[in-house]
Every structure is written in C-alpha cells, then in structure tokens.
C-alpha cells in the first residue's frame, strides 16, 4: 500500500544498497587509479596552491588527473546520496554510522588534495589518501545486501562460533590493509609499490637487519605476515566450510597480487604492472571485507557476539601469561640498556620488545596446550581457558604456533639473525625441553628447565651488539639461579595440587624441608652471580652496593624459612623474588647510565 511505512523503509534499503554498490565499483577503481605512475611537479611554485594535490592533478596529470578528479566527484555526490538516503532507515543505527563515516573519509580524501604534490608531505598525502578509499571500499561493502540467503547467513555466521577463524580473519584483515597502505607509500615515495631484487629487498644476511630496514623491506614483511595468517584462515575456514568460495578466489587473488608484485620488481612494463598490482590488491581487500561481513552475526545479536568477542580476546591474552611474559621482557630490556656503549634507538628496543613479547607469549600458550590433562586438575590452573572449554586446544596450539612463528619473522628481519635464533632456542627449550619432557620426569625439571627464561637477556644483549660476551652469560647465570628459589617459594604453596596431577616437583618427591634448604643453598648461589658482575667490568660500585643490600633480603628471607622449619614465609619471598629482579636490573641499568 503507498504511503506504507514498512515498505517505504524496504525501499530506502533496496536503494541505499544499489548506492552502495556503486561507491565500492568507484572506490575500487580509484584504487586502481592510485596505482599509476605520476611524475613528479618540477616547476618552482609561484603562488598558493600550484604545487598543491589539486593543482597537480588539474595541470600535470593529464588525462589520469581528470579520471582521478571525476570519480572522486562521483564518490563525494554518492557518498551524500547514501547519507540522504540512510536518514529513512529510522530504526537503523548502523547505516547512520557507516553514512557518517563514508562522509568523513571524503572529507579525509578533499583535505588531502591541498597537501603539496612534492616532498614528504606527498608521501603521507598519498598513504593517507589511498587507505581513507580502502576504509570507504569497506564502509560501501557494508551497506550492500547480501546475496546469500538469510537461512544460509545465518548457517554460516553459526559456523564461525567455536573456531579460531574469527580472530585469524580480524589478523589477516589488518596484515592486507598494512600492506595496501605500506604499498601506497612506497609507490609515492619510490615509483614502484615492490622492492628491488624480490624477494630478497636487498637484504644482506652479512650484515645486521637493523642497519638495512626501509619501507621495502617492511612491506615485504608484511606481505609475508599476511600470507601466514591467509594460511592459517584458510586451513581453519575451509575445514569448517566457511564461506569457502569467496575464501578461494581471495586466496587467488592475492597470490596474484605477489606475483604481480614480484613482475614490478623485475621491470617488466612497470607503470602497467603497478596499475594492476593496485587493482588486484583492491580486489582481495575488497572480498576480504566480504568475507568479514557475511561472518559476522547480525546486529539483533551485536551485543552478545561484541561481548563474546571481549571474552575470547581476553582468553587468548589469558594463554600467553602476561605476568611471565612482563618479567621476561624486563630482563631482556634491562640487558638492551648495559649491553652498549649508548643507548639503543627506541625502535630498536620496541622492535626487540615486540619480538619478545611474540616469543614468550608463543611459548606460554603451547605450554597451555601441553598441560591441558593436568591443568584441569591442579586447582591453580583449571580455571585457564582450555580447561573452562573457553578455548579448544586446537586453537591454543595454533595461537602458540603462529605468535612464535612471528617473533622469529619480527626478530630476523628487524633486530638480527642472532637474536632471533636465541628467541628461539629459548622457546624450544622450555616447551620441547621443559614443559613436554622435564617437568614429569624429575624433580630437578626447575633446575634445568630454568634455561629457558635465561634466554632474554641473550637477546636483549644480542640486538644491540649482535654478539654475546662473559656479562651477557653472567646475565643468563643470574637468571638461572633466580628461577628455582623463585619458582620452589611458589611450590611449596602448591604442593598438594603438584600432587595431585603426578608431576614430581620438589616438594612433592623430596619433602617441604629439604626444599626450603636448596632454596636458601640457590639463593646464595644467586647473591655470588650477582657479585661476579662487578669484576667483569659492566658495572661499578653503585650496583655493588644494590646487589648485597637486595641480596641481603633474598638470602634472609630463604635463611628464615629454613631456620624456622615452616613455609610461612614462602608467599613473602615468592613476591619479593620478583621485585628483586626488577631492582637488580635497575640498579645495574642506573650504575652502567653513571659510568657511561
């Protein structure tokens, strides 16, 4: 019936679809343009705006400027048409929001004509222009009705609950919006979106990666992170029948994209070859949003699936042990800042930190994975997210196995080779060495298995000399010895529930007694480490000083508990252990930036 509310809105739907539809094929053939060859504005600027975007655009351009002038026109009037429109979906929110954000990436796009054609501000004019029409391809996308059937959406949206796919799609859809926008800018500030010599970018393994990052290979490492990712989303998609076709034809279209990528890099017709890599790399962004947009579940269920989705990030953040992992990246930073004669480069010590982070947060979730039998036993541990079932092992293994996987890629390519080998000895040794053989089959599993948390000041010293001395292994030493008073304080708490899951901890096979003795004997051990560091020459009397009084406390405490018989102060010096490592390490880092 006219005038029908119910239809009205139908309607408005059906257009704001057809609208939509329109701007992602503009949007998309901007893209494309994006990728064609612009030569550089020689004459010297006379007046406001001659060396602007605009005026380039309008004046040397040519032909390819009117094309990018008119379909950016036709995406600003659309983009209005799409607001006007939306304002008849009354009870939808979300048109409103994607309305109101199209708007302001044109806005975004307009500014970035008035940014000068030549030098840097170029540059970012051209990243920031190309991924604002990234944002709108997906703002468009968004707003166009899917063809599937709502029984079979909502077959599909179900097929992604309880599986790693949905993460690994959020993963996989930064990595390619990464490398469309790291593309961009390479295209502005070099001509060509591919590094030379691919797929090496010029990289010489004779010398440290930290002396030869460029925007080159940074993209390629991005190319690299998205197609690990597009692996795992792909082998985790098509086992559950996951929008499968669309899923193929994206892993089609990418692997296009590198081999385009890698034709660029030879020279073979470069301005055409780079007009398709820009297009190409368009299309898989652009069904990659699909992809994201057909999974996710419908907006009457937005407030459960966006509480669903805090409590899975939040679980996956659960696996990698923040707390360990914390005071594993202390140490390795506290051996970045003694190791040099300055002070590394904050982008060394964050590229170093983020591959630690990668690296520890890897090793803690395959030791989920591994101790999943007995974690659901031990009081202490049944409450961790495969025990719960919040988590299926599959997922927490694959999880383990992609983060090591990257701090190995994030430690070789942006610190050096060195560093990232020690990365991952380190992870090997605790979960092959420690957590699948050691920690079940002998009391001395601390003991030996403390190895592996020794390993971050190797590289820590590592990234910033690309070498290890006698103080880089007196660092290893001190954390050595500090790990089985640390670990056996906590033990003896726990010992009924080590118990319990059969694993021989030392409290559990050699009694409370002759534990609180090897605690006091290792501590004491630990002190004489500590003092060592002074005579080998990285250190002076200020950390002397600290080390005895800190040392003091750390013996008193296990000297105590030995003397007393009892464990009532095993808590105490549980949390004292590790404030003490944090202020040995400060104090080393304060004495080193004195005598510097």
Not at 96 to 115: E, K, N, P, R
Not at 214 to 240: F, K, N, T, W
Not at 256 to 283: K, N, R, W
Not at 544 to 571: C, D, P
Request: overall charge positive; some cysteine.
């Amino acid at each position: 019936m006219v005038g029908d509310p119910e239809v009205t809105e139908a309607q408005a739907r059906l257009q704001l679809s057809r609208l939509a539809a329109v701007l992602a094929v503009l949007a998309l053939v901007l893209i494309v343009v994006s990728g064609i060859h612009r030569t550089s504005v020689d004459a010297v600027c006379l007046a406001w705006g001659d060396c602007s975007g605009w005026s380039y655009l309008t004046r040397s351009a040519g032909s390819v400027g009117a094309l990018h002038l008119g379909v950016s026109a036709l995406l600003a009037f659309i983009t209005i048409g799409l607001a006007t429109v939306s304002r008849a979906l009354r009870t939808d929110g979300r048109a409103h929001a994607i309305s109101t954000a199209a708007i302001i990436l044109i806005g975004v796009q307009i500014a970035m004509l008035f940014v000068p054609a030549n030098g840097t501000a170029a540059v970012w004019s051209a990243t920031i222009h190309l991924g604002a029409t990234a944002l709108l391809l997906a703002c468009a996308l968004a707003l166009v009705q899917p063809l599937v059937p709502s029984a079979g959406l909502t077959r599909l949206q179900a097929a992604t609950a309880g599986t790693w796919f949905r993460p690994l799609l959020l993963g996989t859809i930064g990595a390619v919006f990464a490398v469309l926008v790291s593309g961009a800018y390479l295209a502005a500030a070099t001509g060509s979106s591919s590094c030379e010599g691919w797929p090496v970018c010029g990289i010489s393994m004779s010398e440290p990666l930290t002396a030869q990052i460029s925007g080159q290979v940074a993209h390629q490492a991005l190319v690299g992170s998205a197609m690990v990712l597009l692996a795992l989303m792909l082998v985790d998609g098509l086992r559950h029948r996951i929008a499968a076709p669309l899923l193929t034809a994206f892993a089609a279209v990418f692997g296009a994209e590198i081999a385009i990528g890698a034709l660029s890099a030879s020279g073979v017709a470069a301005s055409s070859v780079e007009t398709l890599h820009f297009g190409v790399a368009g299309i898989s962004w652009a069904l990659l949003v699909r992809v994201a947009l057909l999974t996710t579940p419908s907006t009457t269920h937005a407030e459960t699936t966006d509480h669903t989705t805090r409590e899975v990030l939040r679980d996956y953040f659960r696996v990698t042990k923040p707390g360990i992992m914390l005071l594993l990246l202390i140490t390795t930073l506290g051996a970045m800042l003694v190791a040099g004669a300055g002070w590394p480069s904050p982008s060394l010590i964050l590229l170093t930190l983020l591959g630690g982070a990668l690296a520890s947060g890897g090793a803690s979730a395959l030791n989920c994975y591994i101790d999943r039998d007995i974690d659901v036993i031990m009081s202490r541990t049944r409450k961790r997210p495969i025990p719960t079932g919040r988590l299926t092992g599959n997922q927490v293994r694959n999880f383990g196995l992609t983060l090591s996987a990257l701090s190995v890629i994030v430690l070789a390519l942006f610190v050096n080779p060195l560093a990232a080998l020690l990365a991952l000895a380190g992870n090997l040794f605790y979960v092959i060495i420690y957590t699948r053989w050691l920690k079940r089959s002998t009391p001395q599993n601390i003991v030996i298995g403390g190895a592996a948390g020794a390993f971050p000041p190797l590289v820590g010293w590592a990234a910033v000399t690309g070498s290890l001395n006698l103080t880089a292994f007196l660092l290893f030493a001190l954390i050595y010895y500090w790990t089985p008073p640390h670990f056996w304080s906590l033990a003896l708490l726990k010992a009924r529930d080590y118990g319990r899951a059969a694993v021989p901890m030392l409290p559990v096979t050699h009694g409370d007694d002759y534990t609180r003795r090897m605690i006091l004997l290792y501590a004491i051990q630990l002190v004489a480490i500590t003092l060592l560091l002074v005579p080998a020459g990285y250190v002076g009397m200020l950390y002397l000083i600290a080390a005895v009084v800190l040392g003091g406390v750390f013996v008193g405490f296990a000297a105590r508990m030995y003397v007393e018989g009892t464990s009532r102060l095993a808590w105490r010096l549980f949390k004292y252990s590790n404030y003490y490592l944090a202020l040995i390490l400060l104090a080393m880092v304060v004495d080193r930036a004195i005598t510097r």
